[in-house]
Structures are given as C-alpha cells and as structure tokens.
C-alpha cells in the first residue's frame, strides 16, 4: 500500500522536476525579451521598452502553457500570422487614438497619454511577434530558425552603431567595457555570441530533433574565433570613411573630385577622428577648419594637387615634417591640438593654419589608427582687417603668381564675377576681400546646397554648377568661387579638410570630427595674413546636415586620446568593482596547470601503482590500470554494462581483458579464492602478465596517434569505470 | 563465457569443495551438451532449464505449438539415468520404479485431477485398493498448455509442483527430489482458457517467452531430424543422484557476495517505486533466484554470482510477478530502466 501511494506522491512533479521543465521555457522568453528590449532601445521611451519585455515574456509563456492546446494546435499558420499582424496593427490603431484624442490627454496629461500609447503598441507587437514565432518555433524546425534570427538581429542592430564608431552605446555597456579597459565591441559581441548560442542549446535540448552535439560545437567555435577575431584585429571598418566623403579624395576619385550619387549622408555621423585642444581657442566664423591639402594647379581639366616646389609652401608634405612657409603675424595665434583618427586615413590634418605635424604616442592602438600633435597658427584678426589688404604674396616668382590665376577657359567666370563685384560700393570696388566677401554673399544667396546632382559628368562640373542651377554641395561651391576669385586676378585655391560647427564643442576640450564634417572651401591668400578661408554657406539646402550632439563619445574619445590625468582618475574610481584580468588570467592559467599536473600524476599512479603493491589488492589495481588504459584510447564501459559484457565487446581487440576481468570479479564477488575459471593456464594469477598482455594488446590494436593522444591526456583516469 | 573443456582432467587443488563443484559443474555440462544433441537453435532454454531442474524450480514457457517444448523435456528426461544401481544404498527411494524419467500432460478442460496424479485402483485379485500412480511422478514432466484445463486440476499440478507430493484420498505420496516441470501456455489462442493468477505464476520460477530459432538453426533441425529419430533414447548422461549431489554443492560452494544481494534488493525497490508497476515482486521471489544464480554462475564455470547471472535471469524471475499498471505492456524497458542503476553501482564496486 505504502508503495502504491508513495507512487501516486510522485505522480505530481516534484520541484526539481518542475523546474527542470519550466527552466528552458524562463531562459528562452530571457533571451527573446532581451534581443526584444535592444531592438526597442532606439525606437521608443524606457515605458515602451518595458512594455516589450512583458509582451514577449506572457507571450513565450502562453505559448509554452498551451503547448499542446488541441485547438491551436489545429489552427492553420496562415491564420496564426494572420491574427498576429492584426494584433499589431490593433496596438498601433490603439495607441494612435490614445496619443491622438486629447480626452486621455485631458485626463492625465500628455506625457502620460504618450507613455501609455507607445506601452500599448509596444505590448501588442511585441506579444504578436513573440507569440507568432514561438507558436511556429513549436511547429517546425524552421519556425526555430527566425527565433535565432530576431536575437541575432537584436544584437546587430545595436553593433551596427558601433560599426559607425559609436562604441559607447548602449552606455552602460560601454562604461562597463570602456572602464575596464575592453572594447566594448567585442563584449556586446560575446554576449550576443552567447545569446545565440544558449538559444541554440535550447532548441537543441527542449525540441529533441536530431541535431548532432558537435554541429552545436562548430557553430559555438564558429561564434568564439568570430569574437578573436574583433578582439585580435578590430570590427571590420566601413572603407567609404577613408577619403573625406564630401571632399572626394580618394584614390578612384582622383582625377574627378566631383562624384555624383556617391555621397550620402547614411553615415554621416561615423566618427572619423576626434580632436584634443591644447590651448584655448575659439574659431571667429562658427567653425573649425581643419586642413589636409588643397587643390591649387590647373591641370588643364580642373585644379590638381600642386607638383610645383614654389606653390602651397604652407601646406605640410608629410607627418612630423614642417611647412616651408609660415605666416605669423599679429593676427595668428600658435593652438597645438592632439588629433587621433578612428578609422584609416590617407594624410594627416591640422586646425588651420597647421604648421608642424609631429606624431604622438597613442594611448589606445586598438582604437586610435593614428595620432599626432598639430601646431597650428590659427587666425584671430577681424576680418575687416582684411579690407585693403593686398591678395598674394608679394615673395612670389611671376609663374607662381600665374598658377593660382590659371582657371578653365570660359568667359562666363569673369562675366559674372565683375557683375556680381560690380554692385561694390565705389571705395571697394577694387578692393580683394570685399571683391571675395561679395562673391560668397552671392552663393549664400542663390546656392542650393544638394548631394544629388548631375553636375560631374559635365566636361566642367564647376560650370555647369555656377551657370545652371546652382544646385550642388561644398566641391562645387569651392571651385566656382575659386575660378571667379582667379577671374578678377585674385589668388585663390579650394583648400580640403573638415570643418566642424563650432557649437559641437559643447565647452569641452575635446572635439569630434564626423564623416559629415568634410568640407572643402575657396582660399585666398593676403600678404602678410596667408590664405583666408571665404567659405560660402549657402542658406538653402536640401541635406540634413545635422548630426546628434555626440558630447558623451566626443569626451570619451577625448579622455581615451588625451591619456591624462582625467582618465586614469575615471579608471582609478571605477577599480573598486574592475576586475584585474591579468591577475584572473594568471590564476586561471595556474589553476589551469595545477589541474593538469596532478591528472598526469593520477593517471601515472594508478598506471604504476600495481608493479609495487602486494598481493591482496593486486586484483583491483591492475584491472583498473587495465581500464586506465583503454579508456586513454577511448574504450570504456558504458553505463549499466557489466564488467563481463565489456570485456566481451573489447575481446576483439584486447582479448586478454576477459581473463583479467574474470579474476578481478573473482576475487571482488567470490570471496577472495581463486575460482575453477582461474585454474589451468591462470593459476596463480600472474597478474602482471594478464596487465602487460591486455597492454600489448591494446598498443597493437590502436594506432599511434591515438596512443599518443592518449599518452598526452591527464585526465583518461577519470573515464575510466 | 570460457569453456571449461579441461575441468573434467582437474587442476592439483588440494580444497575439497572446489574438486566437487569442478565434478557438479562437470554433470551440468554433460546433462547440457546431451540435451544440445538432441534440440537444436535452443542453447539458451537449454541452459535456463538446466539453471531451473538445478535450482529446484519449474519453468512456464510461452511458446507455439511445434518448437520443440517436448523434445527438450523429453531430452532432459532421457539424459538423467534412474540411478538405479545406486538404489540399494538410498532407503527413501522405493517407490522409484513407478518414477519415469519423462512424461508429458496434454491439458484439456475436461481434465480430471485423477488424470494427473493418479488414483486408487480396486484390485479384485488382492481385494483391495491399490494407488495407480499417474504421470507426476517423472523426474520431468511436460505440462502442455497449462491453462487450458480446469482450476480444479491447475491446482492439484499446482501443488504437485509446490509441495513435491500429491494427496488423493487423504493418502500423501512424496514425488521424487527430482521433480522438474516444464509447463507452457500459448500466448495468443486464449479462447477457452483459465489464465493462470500472478500468485500460481508465483510457483514457476522462470517465464520464458522465446522467438522462433534462426535460419541456420531451423535448417540443422531439417538436415539432422532423421539422424536424432533414430537415435533419440541414448544412454543417460547422468544420474539423478549426481544433479542431487550437484544441487547440493553448488548451493554450498558458490559464493553470493553482498553487492549482489544488494543489487537484487535495490532493482526490487526501484521496481515497487517505478509509476508503470502496479505491484512490484515479492521478497520470495528473490530467494527463490539465489539458486539459480548460482546454478547459472556454475553454469558458466564460476563459483560465485556476477553481473551477468543476474542480466540473464532476473527478467526471467521477476517477468511472471509484476503485475504493470493497465496500459504499461514494455515490460522488457521497465526491467531494463531500474536494473541500469544498480547494475551500474554493482559494476563500480568491485574497483571501491
């Protein structure tokens, strides 16, 4: 009786029975919710968030709860599809009413109504998703494939941030690496990795379909040397950022700087370097310009790279080199700044007007390609000062001074630059910079700034730009003005670079410079101030040419560049909770080694010990080196298997086994006599004989990488029973 | 299994016990290579019967019309010799000239238990009645579909089997030490039958449920039957006071180490506790197989039990006991799913 009731107590799960089922159920709706919570970050408020992890926990458990519901399970996947989008758009229909009529808004306030609309569009979709998925998860083997995917993607839409350079986000993850000094890339990787793979092992473990542990075992080495990989050799970096975008100097481009349909402003918010200031400066015209070269010398087609040794002395040819030329001046001011680029970049730069480039150590290779202090002497004179001065400098050979006049041969330029000059007041008629400040107020008024244009393929893209619709971007700014500075015979060039809003700086000492910051803008050169940047600003444009303020990442960057004080203080405050990875990985390694060294001096014991020990315990200790050693070659008894039926199975290849077994059992099971199956050929128990044999065995049967193998492995002993 | 070819010439073992269970695993193996003679493709029933008439039991087989259930016990029968020159010196055997050493019951619903055990004769010569002794008293009876006949004569032969003597008339007459039924049922033509309850089953000690012979066995039993025809009633191979003897020592000499009987003990508990068996088996049962795992360990040259008596006799012993809850048939999974544990346990301590 008791029997019987003791059975009907266990009818009912226990506990641990409970748990071993609804564990897998907890950890996946975990995952989901998590790669469901990620996705939301950037689309909605902390409410919506929270809202999607719910929906996707009651879905997953819904779903689990009526697993085997005869009537869902009944139902059509076209219909399960069905109601899950028209329970999305339910969500989105409801949310829209809440947030749109005032009366929810008349009730609470509309702060409150938002929340509450974006938590129940967020619980809908989330739920219908979920819930979707997991239903179809439970059907087929393939339903499980778009689970891994939602996490996967989950997970790389966050990492694509960072693909751009945002590696601070998501914040938390980021300080947490960051101040541990690891690349928060590679942890959001492994925890995704890891995500993925526990998702797998789930489907693996909870579905039983016929999956092989080792395809497991590819696809988590396949995930792990994914991880080595970012941390041995960085995320892979968008090429597009090499050359300066808008500026067009890269190495296809070369011979037309002007490329059409190319420029977008997808990435414009990747970082492409982050500047550090030295010394205190304030640019006078709202932006800081940053040099890297300038296009000075017809080339018959358009303006090239000068190859002339006397034209652009100032510009610098090569990083640690000096400008031949430098125009100091009371109206200059020496600022040094510490330039660190975040993805590969042809040529150094520096805050105009930069005189010396020398490189700097770098505080972080893993992150900064390349670092150096620019010495830069940077304009502080007001620009009226400018009027009356005279254009070009006087030092200059005739040919040089014919160079930076040379422009393509067509009239219209000077037409228009003596129309446009020609409404000057009298006194300024002839005067260069009021000449070069009416030309640049000509294109604020009339330009259109544009990325999509169809000016490149014309013979000259600047022309066809400045005598047609005026529609373009920063290139064809530059060259037109600069053809119709050169038209009235004033010394101009397009210099080429970055020029960063002032306004980004946010009070920092740290600025950070985007792909959308690439600029190039017309130069004229004033004796005794060097070239001036006249940089038309177009005030119609049809690009968003903004960018989220960056303040967080534009410090850190700045903190990680600059290697001082401030960030080791951060570093020093967050070392209460750091762990010390060099410590962990020492004791890890010695743990590591510990282990291995006592496994090779259990395995030798218990191969050793039965040639020294006396009689009595002979019949153990040999059989169980015997063991020892086939289980090295991977030969070992299976569970329930009875020591017979073993030797039996490996008589093919140690034969000997069986009469070593029958005397260990005779001995362990028949009262320590020697039984009948002992006389003959075994009496007296040549025990070290029946161990060499099954040893000669075993050697000739296997082959010697596998002996070798199982010589190496410390821990053969412990499968052996 | 070895093969014991040299025991027979023995080894200088001085102790006196390990020469005479070398002679009583000597008698198992000639009684077991004449039967093999004589039935073909059936090697293991051969060794479970011998394991069974050894340890003193009864075997119930569950078999088909033609697989030669007779044949074996009429083997079996033929190779143990009366003993009769040893008679003389036995003074509890005068009844055995009645004792055949074979005989074979075909059960019927109109059985009577007269028919089977006997019954008072009037003998109109000397005026009196004279007991007719009827087919139990054999040293091997072939009880053929057993649950075909009436309760009534079920447990007469029950008793019979059970208590070694039959009982007519308020008069006991003792069956021979030898007695050894094998009993068979069919298992599928069940119209007209009185199955047998789990407490009569009780008094077999194996059930066995056998599959056809194999090809090459099926095509030996063609070329050879003519052969085993005209020989069939060679010479007993031994006598009955040998497998007495023989039952003796190997009850005395083989060894039963604790970890076996703890083994025995944990599958029984596993098996009370497991959700599929409505009663799991008794504590008899398990006294009853410690016989016969010794004979089974003799069997195969050992003197003591091992893994391997019990792999090859528990589902055997305890098959017949357990009654399963209704709906649960995989008899054969539940018996393997509680014995992998303690087996297992078993197989780890003979290294403790």
């Known amino acids: ?721 | 299994m070895p093969e014991l070819a040299s025991l027979e010439t023995g080894s200088a073992n001085s102790a006196g016990g390990e020469a005479s269970l070398t002679a009583a695993i000597g008698v198992l193996h000639r009684l077991r290579d004449a039967v093999r003679g004589q039935v073909i493709g059936r090697d293991e029933m051969i060794e479970l019967a011998i394991i069974a008439l050894t340890a003193d039991g009864h075997v119930l087989l569950e078999d088909f019309p033609g697989s030669g259930k007779t044949t074996l016990a009429k083997a079996i029968g033929e190779a143990i010799g009366d003993g009769q020159h040893e008679k003389d010196n036995d003074p509890g055997r005068e009844a055995a000239h009645f004792i055949a050493p074979f005989r074979r019951i075909q059960f019927t619903p109109d059985l009577l238990p007269s028919d089977v055990t006997g019954a008072p004769i009037f003998d109109s010569a000397s005026n009196a009645f004279h007991f007719r002794h009827g087919p139990v008293f054999a040293h091997v009876l072939l009880a053929d579909e057993i649950n075909r006949t009436s309760p009534k004569v079920q447990s007469a032969m029950l008793e019979a089997m059970g208590e070694k003597q039959v009982t007519v008339d308020n008069a006991t007459y003792p069956l021979d030490a030898l007695f050894f039924v094998i009993a068979t049922q069919n298992p599928l033509d069940l119209v007209g039958t009185y199955p047998l309850p789990v407490p009569q089953l009780d008094r077999f000690l194996f059930k066995i449920t056998m599959a056809h012979i194999d090809r090459q066995a099926e095509l030996e039993v063609l070329d050879t039957w003519r052969d085993r025809r005209d020989n069939s009633g060679g010479a007993p191979v031994v006598s009955r006071n040998e497998i007495l003897a023989a039952r003796a020592t190997i009850d005395r000499e083989v060894a039963i180490a604790d970890a076996i009987k703890s083994t025995l003990v944990d599958i029984s508990r596993n098996l009370r506790a497991d959700e599929r068996v409505l009663q799991g088996n008794s504590t008899r049962s398990l006294v009853l197989m410690l016989p016969a795992l010794q004979a089974a360990a003799a069997l195969r040259g050992r003197d003591f039990v091992s893994a391997e008596d019990i792999e090859l006799l528990l589902p055997r012993v305890l098959g017949h006991r357990l009654e399963l809850t209704p709906g649960v048939a995989d008899l054969g999974r539940i018996l393997h799913d509680n014995m992998r544990e303690p087996l297992e346990r078993l197989a780890k301590s003979t290294l403790a």
């Not at chain 1, 481009?253 to 205190?280: I, L, M, S, Y």
């Not at chain 1, 400018?386 to 005739?398: E, R």
């Open chain 1, 1 to 721: 009786m008791q029997d019987k009731a003791s059975a009907r107590i266990r009818a009912h799960p226990r506990p641990a029975e409970r748990l071993e089922r609804t564990a897998p159920a907890l950890a996946r709706a975990a995952i989901i919710a998590g790669s469901l919570w990620l996705l939301s970050l950037s689309l909605t408020v902390a409410t919506g968030s929270i809202a999607a992890v719910a929906g996707c926990v009651a879905a997953c458990l819904l779903a689990k709860l009526h697993e085997n519901n005869p009537l869902l399970r009944q139902l059509r996947a076209v219909f399960i599809m069905l109601a899950a989008v028209a329970l999305a758009m339910l969500g989105v229909i409801l949310a829209g009413w809440i947030a749109g009529r005032g009366l929810v808004a008349a009730l609470f306030e509309p702060i409150a109504a938002f929340h509450l609309a974006e938590a129940i569009k967020w619980l809908c979709f989330s739920f219908a998703l979920v819930g979707a998925m997991r239903i179809l998860a439970q059907r087929s083997s393939v339903g499980g494939i778009v689970e891994v995917l939602l996490v996967a993607s989950g997970f790389t839409v966050v990492l694509s941030a960072h693909r751009n350079g945002m590696i601070n986000r998501p914040f938390f993850l980021g300080d947490f690496a960051l101040s541990r000094g690891l690349d928060p890339a590679t942890v959001l990787l492994a925890l995704g990795c890891g995500a993925v793979l526990l998702l797998a092992a789930l489907l693996l473990v909870e579905d039983n379909r016929r999956r092989l542990p080792y395809h497991f075992a590819l696809f988590a080495l396949l995930c792990l040397s994914l991880v080595g990989y970012v941390r041995s050799f960085g995320l892979p970096t968008p090429q597009m950022t090499d050359d300066l975008g808008l500026t067009g100097n890269s190495a296809q481009a070369r011979e037309n700087p002007f490329h059409d349909g190319e420029n977008n402003t997808e990435n414009k918010q990747a970082p492409v370097a982050v500047a550090v200031f030295r010394d205190d400066y304030e640019p006078a015209g709202g932006a800081y310009y940053f040099r890297e070269g300038a296009y000075s010398q017809w080339n018959g087609y358009m303006l090239d790279f000068t190859s002339h040794p006397g034209m652009d002395r100032d510009l610098i040819p090569a990083p640690g080199a000096q400008a031949r030329e430098t125009v100091g001046g009371a109206g200059r001011k020496p600022v040094t700044t510490t330039i660190g680029t975040l993805v590969p970049h042809r040529s150094p730069f520096g805050l105009d007007t930069p005189v010396a480039l020398a490189p700097a150590p770098n505080p972080n290779p893993l992150r900064f390609k390349r670092t150096w202090d620019a010495h830069s002497l940077v304009p502080q004179f007001d620009l009226n000062a400018l009027l009356g001065m005279a254009a070009g400098n006087p030092a200059w050979p005739a040919e040089v001074r014919e160079e930076y006049l040379r422009l393509p041969d067509d009239p219209r330029y000077g037409e228009l630059a003596r129309e446009i000059t020609g409404g000057l007041r009298p006194q300024y008629a002839a005067d260069p910079f009021a000449q070069a400040w009416a030309i640049k107020a000509h294109l604020d008024r009339n330009g259109i700034y544009s990325l999509a244009n169809e000016h490149a393929y014309a013979e000259d893209p600047a022309a066809s730009f400045l005598f047609g619709d005026l529609t373009g971007y920063c290139m064809h700014f530059a060259f037109a003005s600069t053809y119709m500075l050169r038209s009235i015979g004033i010394p101009a060039r397009v210099g080429i670079g970055y020029s960063v809003p002032a306004a980004n700086r946010a009070g920092g000492s740290s600025l950070l410079i985007q792909a959308i910051h690439g600029h190039a803008w017309p130069e004229i050169y004033f004796a005794g101030h060097g070239w001036v940047i006249v940089d038309p600003a177009p005030q119609q444009t049809l690009v968003d040419m903004t960018t989220d303020p960056q303040n967080e990442l534009q410090q850190l960057l700045g903190d990680m560049l600059r290697g001082d004080a401030a960030f080791e203080e951060f570093l020093a405050e967050q070392a209460g909770f750091a762990i010390d990875w060099r410590l962990a990985r020492n004791a890890m390694l010695s743990l590591l080694a510990a282990l291995v060294l006592a496994g090779y001096a259990v395995k030798l014991y218990r191969l050793w010990i039965p040639a020294l020990a006396g009689r009595p315990a002979q019949h153990r200790l040999s059989y169980r080196a015997a063991l020892d050693r086939l289980a090295a070659v991977g030969i070992r008894r299976r569970f329930g298997e009875s020591r017979e039926a073993f030797a039996r199975r490996v008589g093919a290849l140690a034969p000997a086994l069986q009469a070593l077994t029958a005397a260990h059992l005779a001995h362990a099971l028949g009262g320590h006599r020697p039984g009948p199956a002992n006389t003959g050929s075994l009496a007296g128990e040549d025990w070290r004989g029946m161990r060499r044999k099954v040893g000669a065995e075993i050697r000739a049967g296997t082959s010697a990488g596998k002996r070798l193998l199982a010589m190496l492995d410390p821990f053969s002993w412990l499968r052996a029973k």
